[in-house]
């Protein structure tokens, strides 16, 4: 049993009482004392020469303070990538600047070239419909099939082809795959999309800068994932204002899903404005500029193919990806569909080969990054997908096949060809808990009901692994990060005996404030109503790189636990002092430290007050107080796994698919607080249902974007999806951190997809319908009802 | 938004006299046009609001007829025309979501004529007449194309009158997004006849479908119509659904329709 309020309790989530009572402080709800108001201007074209713009008009309007075009910007440093993926012939990848506001050429729908600060936001509005812009269009290149073989189109004029890097993984071992698949006996050839994305956090993005002309101070409030990551980009890269001197505060964020890991322009901007002013600006997006100018994810084109014998083992696997980047490199757009993505292609299997070619290509759209999985997604669809099909295509049952290359439990730690090394798991424990928790044994019935009813019922199945708690950073260092991907963490016990804890972590909806006080509160022996979690501020936490990729908990939440074991230490030292008694003789256990042995203790609050108040302490040797910060670096990756089920109706008449049932046996290690990891799953899962079923961003050949309102973009609602079975009771703990935890918050948008895909081709293969092998995401009902009569 | 001045009269002749100043636009439930001036597509310099006129609220029987006012909500014709034409009230029922249903009305939906909206399905298979500030329109006069309507400049819709059917039924297939409708049948079943309106799936908007009115006709029942198909020239073509696509399901919807009409 876990202890009240402890590790492993289903505590409700602190901070929910705010957010549900309307006293969250997002950036939107904060208003400076003279703050002005930015307006950006976006491109309306999607390629096009910037000639001249007029801002005369606009300066003479109303309540306008400043019109400030990609010329003011010139001069500052551009938005950086942060990896290089060398190419296969060891060339150096391309990086075209990425200007705070468009200069000389406009790249994309929604690119900003252009601001406006008023005194209101209408005026702002009312003069930025004045501001003229002389922009002759230019071809666009959308499709990236087109973007790389069609030399006249660029999107960066010094860039041919389009292409930013031709990656291979592992080179090496190019060969020998080659040479598998040459001899084996069947192959498995499938040719996908990986639809893109728009991120749609409930909360659009927004950024005040407030520069303090008395002190040369800057803040930039901003809707981050990790303001310090976002102010060390500013600061060494983009303008160069010295990280002293700029604070990063990323108040309550209404969800990210990697959209708000990247700095983008827009901060900038605010910046530079408040400096020219003296004054805070302000400026939040509207939905519109969401959809616009919000990194989007996924976007592959994949021809993937699998070599096996027979009976269905895996001999090797193949795959060729087109990912695109977009107008301009994000921050981590070069590291999602290569270290993200390629990595991931053994899967849970024992593939003995595998190699993995992708190119990624510059188009007119919108940049490309992380999102929910990033490139993990995209790896276990592509196999998942290519594993049915060959089952399919063998006539082989996708259960036995499956866990009969699933990697066994006594072959860990287990080094796959693409360069991880997973150091613990059960992958058959969790496909036979799938098995019992989403009723395999009683889906005929449920067919034949449905069958009754008219519609086909199909189930589908996929199996996933991901490496998450993003990263060790020498290795990342090799592969070519450029940041480091520790965190850090600052628990800081008060004279009276509560305490703060500062994280680099950064929760915007994930719930850390709850579980990480949980665990705290486990170590220490103090109730979680005396811990107080403090994040998002660089002025108040320690250097850390922030919530993204799974990593909160593995690497914050590790870099926590180290940092209060040094308090446990140093609290040994005082108890062994005013305890008269030898260190080592001093044991902590439920917040009071004894001489063991005895009856002689001290209570936590007796060593916290003692601490600040000194008057019998070791002086000569320990230092007053009682404050200890920890940086963690993990050892590797987490590889939190699973497998899901999906049982779908389609509507052969119409081609509407239904999601009936849906299971997910996870294992996440450890888990602390099993409601919030429930939560967690259950958001990933309605994402990769998304995904799946309704979600695209689509640009037409001129490059406009033909999804930039929920009219046309398809959010999952409640009533698009099932009740989830959710299970994570098969669970190894990762070896190598302290609290042995994996990661859950990507895995729901990860394995789901393919398991929904592979339910409908198999209700259509029931049905009748085998000339199926496949439909491209999102299975809308006119996709499924074309795939039918084709 | 640009800003705009904003009466709200209460009587249809003040609402007339507003609607003829310069820039006038009327007003109804504002699900259609106020997120156009939100997004500054639309800047009227004066807004009428018709949802301050009493006699134009409200559902009642009228001489075996259902009179629908024109400023009456979804909300409201969903709850009050359930006994009385029950697909009709479906069909209310079925638009947007409460927070639409609660403001938008049918005046304003009629007179917008968006080729997805369910209400011109209902008055045109309803064979119902529009009735204006200064006349009564036919529902196959009314509908003139996507967002197309016989309405001249500030004539206002303050009601319709619904001919109660035999049996009926409204079936809407949603579009993923939006959840307008892809394509939406509305067949009624009269002593005269049966009419069979489609919405969302021709790029003129609301039509009937004449051949499988003849059909039903001669015998009310789903194998009636199994052998008909719609042509899909002139069917929008979009992200959403092909032309095919849109054909197909004004087909089945009908057979739908037909099946489950009460």
Redesign the interface.
Same mark, same amino acid.
């Given at each position: 049993m876990p202890k009240d309020g402890g590790i492993g309790a289903s505590t409700v989530r602190r901070e929910d009482i705010r957010f549900l009572t309307g006293k969250g402080r997002y950036t939107a709800d904060i208003n400076l004392r003279g703050q002005a108001y930015a307006c950006f201007l976006r491109s309306e074209v999607a390629h096009g020469r910037i000639n001249r713009i007029d801002t005369a008009e606009a300066r003479a309007m109303p309540g306008v303070l400043a019109v400030m075009t990609g010329a003011d910007f010139a001069a500052m440093g551009g938005n950086p990538a942060g990896w290089h993926i060398p190419s296969r012939n060891g060339e150096a990848m391309k990086e075209p600047k990425r200007p705070v506001l468009a200069h000389g050429k406009v790249r994309h729908v929604g690119d900003a070239y252009a601001v406006v600060v008023a005194e209101t936001l209408e005026q702002a509005?009312d003069a930025a419909?004045a501001v003229v812009a002389d922009i002759t269009e230019l071809p666009a290149v959308v499709d990236m099939a087109q973007a790389v073989a069609n030399p006249d189109l660029r999107v960066h004029d010094e860039i041919a082809n389009n292409v930013c890097f031709d990656w291979g993984w592992i080179e090496d071992n190019r060969a020998a795959v080659d040479a598998a698949f040459k001899t084996a006996p069947h192959v498995t050839t499938l040719e996908l999309v990986n639809n893109r994305l728009v991120p749609n956090a409930m909360e659009p993005r927004a950024s005040i800068g407030d520069y303090d002309p008395g002190t040369g101070d800057y803040k930039l409030y901003t809707t981050s994932q990790n303001p310090h990551l976002s102010r060390l980009l500013i600061s060494a890269f983009v303008m160069g204002i010295p990280e002293n001197k700029l604070t990063v505060i990323a108040p309550d964020v209404g969800g990210g899903f990697g959209s708000k890991i990247y700095h983008y322009g827009e901060e900038a901007a605010v910046l530079a404005a408040s400096r020219a002013l003296n004054r805070p600006v302000k400026w939040v997006a509207d939905r %519109?500029e969401s959809f616009l100018s919000d990194a989007h994810g996924r976007d592959h084109v994949t021809r993937i193919e699998l070599a096996t014998d027979l009976e269905g083992n895996f001999l090797a696997l193949r795959t060729e990806t087109l990912a695109n980047v977009g107008a301009y490199l994000s921050n981590f757009a070069t590291a999602t569909p290569t270290f993200l993505h390629g990595t991931l292609m053994a899967g849970p299997y024992r593939t003995p080969l595998v190699y993995v070619n992708v190119k990624a290509v510059f188009t007119n759209t919108a940049p490309v990054d992380a999102y929910r999985g990033a490139g993990r997604p995209e790896a276990t669809f592509s196999i998942e997908r290519v594993v049915d099909k060959m089952c399919r295509e063998l006539k082989l049952d996708p259960v036995a096949v499956r866990r009969k290359n699933l990697i066994q439990p006594d072959q860990y730690p287990y080094t796959t060809p693409v360069g991880l090394v997973y150091d613990t798991g059960n992958y058959p424990a969790t496909l036979d808990k799938l098995i019992e928790i989403a009723d395999f044994s009683g889906f005929e019935a449920r067919r034949a009901e449905s069958a009754r009813r008219g519609k086909l019922r199909g189930l589908g199945l996929s199996t996933w692994i991901e490496a998450c708690g993003i990263a060790p950073s020498n290795l990342v260092g090799v592969l070519g990060a450029r940041v480091g991907l520790y965190d850090a963490a600052t628990v800081r016990v008060n004279a009276t005996g509560n305490i703060s804890v500062m994280t680099g972590a950064h929760s915007h909806g994930q719930g850390h404030e709850t579980v990480f006080a949980q665990i705290v509160s486990d170590k220490l022996g103090i109730p979680a109503s005396s811990i107080d979690i403090v994040h998002g501020d660089t002025s108040k936490i320690p250097f850390g790189m922030g919530s993204y990729g799974s990593r909160s908990l593995a690497v914050g939440g590790s870099a926590m636990v180290k940092a209060v074991d040094k308090i446990i230490a140093k609290g040994k030292k005082i108890a062994a002092h005013m305890l008269e008694a030898a260190e080592g003789d001093i044991v902590f256990e439920d917040g009071k430290f004894s001489v063991t042995g005895t009856d002689k203790s001290k209570t936590f609050g007796e060593i916290a007050f003692s601490a600040y108040v000194p008057h019998n302490y070791p002086l000569e040797s320990l230092e007053p107080g009682l404050e200890e910060t920890a940086f963690y670096d993990p050892a590797n990756f987490t590889y939190p796994a699973g497998a899901y089920a999906c049982e779908v109706e389609v509507d052969a008449? +119409?081609?509407?698919v239904e999601v009936v049932g849906f299971a997910c046996a996870d294992d996440f290690g450890n888990v602390m607080n099993p409601m919030i990891v429930n939560g967690q799953v259950h958001g990933g899962v309605a994402q990769g249902i998304g995904q799946a *079923? *309704?979600e @695209?961003a @689509?640009y037409d050949d001129n490059g406009q974007l *033909? +999804?930039g309102s929920?009219?046309?973009? @398809?959010?999952p609602r409640a009533d698009d999806l099932p009740m989830f079975t959710v299970d994570h009771s098969c669970n190894t703990p990762c070896t190598h951190n302290p609290l042995g935890v994996k990661g859950c918050g990507e895995a729901g948008a990860i394995g789901s997809p393919p398991a929904v895909v592979n339910a409908v081709i198999d209700a259509l293969h029931r049905g009748g319908h085998t000339h199926v092998t496949h439909i491209d995401m999102p299975l +809308?009902?006119?996709r499924v009802? %074309?795939a039918i009569?084709n | 938004m640009h800003n705009f001045d904003f009466v709200k009269p209460s009587s249809v002749a003040d609402a007339v006299r507003a609607l003829s100043a310069e820039g006038a636009q009327a007003l109804s439930g504002g699900q259609t046009l106020l997120p156009t001036m939100k997004q500054r597509l639309a800047a009227p310099a004066v807004l009428v609001s018709l949802t301050g006129i009493a006699d134009t609220k409200g559902v009642s029987l009228s001489g075996g007829a259902l009179s629908v006012g024109g400023a009456t909500t979804h909300a409201v014709v969903a709850q009050e025309a359930r006994k009385h034409y029950p697909a009709l009230a479906d069909l209310a029922g079925g638009i947007g979501d409460p927070a639409v249903r609660s403001r938008g009305t049918i005046g304003g939906s009629l007179a917008n004529n968006d080729p997805s909206a369910c209400y011109p399905a209902a008055v045109l298979a309803s064979g119902a007449t529009v009735i204006t500030d200064r006349r009564r329109i036919a529902a196959d006069d009314f509908f003139q194309g996507m967002f197309a309507t016989a309405l001249h400049d500030g004539e206002i819709i303050t009601g319709v009158l619904f001919p109660i059917p035999e049996k009926a039924a409204y079936v809407k297939f949603n579009q993923p997004a939006s959840r307008f409708a892809l394509t939406g049948v509305f067949v009624a079943k009269y002593g005269s006849g049966v009419r069979v309106a489609v919405t969302g799936a021709s790029a003129n908007g609301v039509f009937r479908w004449t051949e499988a009115e003849r059909a039903l006709s001669a015998s009310f029942t789903p194998a009636a119509i199994a052998g008909l198909s719609l042509p899909s020239e002139g069917m929008i073509a979009d992200l959403h659904g092909s032309a095919a696509y849109r054909a197909n399901l004004a087909r089945v919807l009908t057979g739908r329709g037909v099946a489950s009409a009460h």
């Open positions: 509005r419909g %519109s008449e +119409t081609g509407r *079923l *309704l @695209a @689509a *033909l +999804t929920y009219m046309d973009y @398809a959010m +809308t009902p006119s009802w %074309s009569q | -």
